[in-house]
């Protein structure tokens, strides 16, 4: 399939820049301004991009910078149906990554990281805001495809190293296509047992031993047994004792 093949889906919109601080920032106005949703932005640039609980993430130009902006995209605004999105859009982007011929081992991190051989390639920031009494839901991902930092705390690694060669701009037209599929098929929400059902096939560390370091408290070893009906990570202690972690991070 070439790039005129692949078409944005119906009923989006997308709007694309040259440069600005952030994609997420960008969406929050236009919600504010009265977006109805359904809207994509990319950059090829950004100066002020964030990863999740504050963390700086570096923007080069050739990678992947989209955020998407959704209105009311739950059968209600509960906090825990709203974050169940995370594992739909790390879905999505292992899927759209996959659609690209390759050779390299693709698997989904505790919550919301996409690793390529190991190596951490995307990451995803998920915020929501309630503006006129409706839930704004605004999705940020951002894709190494050409290049990666260094010195991070998970190893990085970037698409074209490898292996993976696809530019920005077709890996976004992918994506788009594959959160279209995988939102209809979560259903408002309704339906996360199946989308939880895909991702914990591609999970890694799933059944294994694994480390969870908790901001502020000691970090804690045991079995990944699975996530919950609320996204969860479900982790058996050596004890018996299995632990439910809403956040954190994970070392395999």
């Known amino acids: 399939m070439s790039l005129a093949d692949i078409k944005l889906p119906k009923n989006y919109r997308h709007i694309e820049l040259a440069t600005t601080p952030s994609t997420n920032t960008e969406c929050l106005e236009l919600a ?144 788009a296509q594959q959160m279209d599929e995988l939102l209809n098929k979560w259903d408002e929400g309704r339906r996360f047992d199946d989308i939880r059902d895909e991702w914990l096939k591609n999970a890694i560390g799933l059944g294994k031993q694994i480390t969870v370091k908790i901001p502020g408290q000691t970090e804690t070893s045991g079995i990944f047994e699975t996530i919950n009906e609320n996204g969860m990570l479900i982790l058996k202690q050596e004890n018996g004792i299995k632990k439910q972690i809403s956040m954190a991070d994970i070392f395999i």
């Open 32 to 175: 504010e301004a009265g977006d109805v949703g359904k809207l994509w932005i990319t950059s090829k640039v950004q100066t002020a991009a964030r990863g999740s609980r504050g963390r700086d993430w570096q923007s080069e130009e050739g990678n992947l910078f989209a955020s998407l902006l959704l209105v009311n995209p739950a059968k209600d605004a509960d906090p825990v149906t709203l974050s169940s999105l995370t594992f739909v859009v790390s879905l999505a982007l292992l899927k759209a990554i996959n659609m690209v011929p390759h050779q390299g081992e693709l698997r989904l991190k505790w919550p919301n990281d996409v690793l390529v051989n190991k190596k951490k390639c995307a990451g995803i920031l998920l915020e929501n805001h309630t503006i006129d009494g409706k839930t704004a839901v605004i999705i940020g991902i951002g894709v190494n495809c050409n290049s990666h930092p260094s010195n991070t705390v998970t190893p990085a690694g970037d698409l074209h190293h490898e292996g993976i060669h696809i530019s920005a701009n077709q890996l976004f037209l992918h994506l």
